[in-house]
């Protein structure tokens, strides 16, 4: 029978494996030899637990796909580091299984020095998973969605190219990161914060207007109505819900 998925153009190709978990893209570069070179360009690396038997086959997975490029286990699917050089999506949830921190940092730098434009990260809190400083000085990032992670402390923010920020569950050091953290964001358009967790005491910093938000779902009591009078979409939780 004739093999007409491997008589697509490229382009449509990729956009079928875009639809595919990280670990089955991989697995269909097996199909024929039309398209394992796809994987080299694969834009979006997409990284569940759900596809895992277990925690130490995920974080060596995670592990050989971003950091191990020259281990024979990449080299089986025809794959190695150079990939990251196209990966602009990547996203990685786990909620079952505890993560060494320092692993998931050297995940971070290895993302910091690609150029990814979209990252997504979701961890169990009760994990207390410390993100570095370093994530949000990022030139090219473009999207950045959070969930269940901590920051510990903050010394600066770069963050020319964001867009979307959406903060969910995450573990802020003190009233004043927010204030901080949206100062580095000149072109942020959409801001999301929900069950943020964070110390209360002290005065609050002025929050800058931010000229290009568009579409928010804040809490009133941390975002000032002033700053969001340019807003068109626009939804106040009436109460800060604290993640314990």
């Not at 990449?74 to 990547?90: A, V």
């Amino acid at each position: 029978m004739c093999d007409r998925l491997s008589s697509l153009p490229d382009s449509l190709l990729l956009d079928i494996l875009s639809f595919l978990p990280t670990k089955e893209v991989v697995a269909a570069s097996f199909l024929s030899k039309r398209w394992r070179p796809l994987v080299h360009y694969f834009w979006t690396l997409d990284i569940h637990e759900r596809h895992f038997p277990g925690g130490e086959v995920f974080v060596q997975f995670v592990d050989y796909v971003l950091i191990s490029g020259d281990l024979e286990f990449l080299k089986n699917f025809g794959l190695n580091c150079c990939y990251l050089e196209f990966l602009k999506n990547f996203g990685l949830n786990c909620w079952r299984w505890n993560v060494p921190n320092d692993m998931i940092n050297n995940w971070i730098d290895v993302l910091i020095n690609s150029i990814v434009e979209h990252l997504e990260i979701s961890i169990a809190p009760t994990f207390q998973i410390e993100l570095p400083s370093s994530i949000l000085n990022w030139s090219t990032i473009r999207v950045l969605k959070f969930k269940g992670v901590t920051f510990s402390s903050l010394y600066s923010v770069n963050l020319p190219s964001l867009k979307v920020l959406v903060l969910d569950m995450v573990r802020l050091p003190d009233i004043n990161f927010l204030p901080m953290l949206l100062s580095g964001c000149a072109l942020l358009e959409m801001l999301v914060l929900t069950e943020l967790d964070n110390n209360h005491y002290g005065p609050m910093q002025e929050i800058k207007r931010l000229n290009c938000l568009v579409a928010t779902d804040v809490p009133a009591s941390l975002v000032p109505v002033k700053v969001l009078s340019n807003v068109t979409f626009l939804r106040l939780q009436v109460r800060l819900t604290l993640y314990t």
